[in-house]
Structure formats: structure tokens, C-alpha cells
């Protein structure tokens, strides 16, 4: 079983930053893939970015070029430095972490909201 704790939301004027924390209970070389997700109301959860154990990261179009997905291994912690956010990208934030064969662990989510 991995806990995660999502810390970093907020409310941020359109054009602003956030940095989103994902601190794990276990050592994040030990999971496959880590991730962050977001799900605004009335819509499916979607992928926002995600690491995998090797450091390789991933990013939904919707976010490349604004979005970055790091880690602190020694900290067993993945961020999500956001920039240039939208008013689109309001949302709850959910960190996953995925670990073969089929489980999928998730944090609490952290609100993010983007004021025009």
C-alpha cells in the first residue's frame, strides 16, 4: 500500500504559478510510474503528466511547454511546477502512483483554481 500526500493547490490569477508536491510513503524508485492527474467538475479524470522509474517524463498537450514533472528521489517526492496557468486548468490534482502488475494508489487531490 503507498500513501500519497498531494500539498501546493490553491487560487493563482490566469497567467500565474504553482509547484504541486506528491510525498510518497515508500521509496518512489520502487513504483513504475507516477503521475498527476486532474478532474474538473463534470468531467473524466485525464492525465496531466507522469515520470516513470527511469526519469522519463510524459505531458498531456494540453500542458506541454507550461507543465513540468520532476522528482526528488531522496525525498520520495514528484512535483508539478505549472506556468503560465489558464482558467482551463482549474481542477482538483491527483497524484497516482502505478505499480505493476495492476495497482494504482491515489492521493487526496489538491485544488487548483485559475481566476481570469
Known amino acids: 500500500q503507498v500513501q500519497l500526500v498531494e500539498s501546493g493547490g490553491g487560487l493563482v490569477q490566469a497567467g500565474g504559478s504553482l509547484r504541486l508536491s506528491c510525498a510518497a510513503s515508500?521509496?518512489?524508485?520502487?513504483?513504475?510510474?507516477m503521475g498527476w492527474y486532474r478532474q474538473a467538475p463534470g468531467k473524466q479524470r485525464e492525465l496531466v503528466a507522469a515520470?516513470?522509474?527511469?526519469?522519463?517524463?510524459n505531458y498531456a498537450d494540453s500542458v506541454k511547454g507550461r507543465f513540468t514533472i520532476s522528482r526528488d528521489i531522496a525525498k520520495n517526492t514528484v512535483y508539478l511546477q505549472m506556468n503560465s496557468l489558464k482558467p482551463e486548468d482549474t481542477a482538483v490534482y491527483l497524484c497516482?502512483?502505478?505499480?505493476?502488475?495492476?495497482?494504482?494508489?491515489w492521493g487526496q487531490g489538491t485544488q487548483v483554481t485559475v481566476s481570469s
Open positions: 497516482n502512483a502505478f505499480k505493476v502488475p495492476l495497482y494504482d494508489y
Open positions: 515508500e521509496s518512489i524508485v520502487s513504483i513504475n510510474r
Open positions: 515520470i516513470t522509474r527511469g526519469g522519463m517524463p
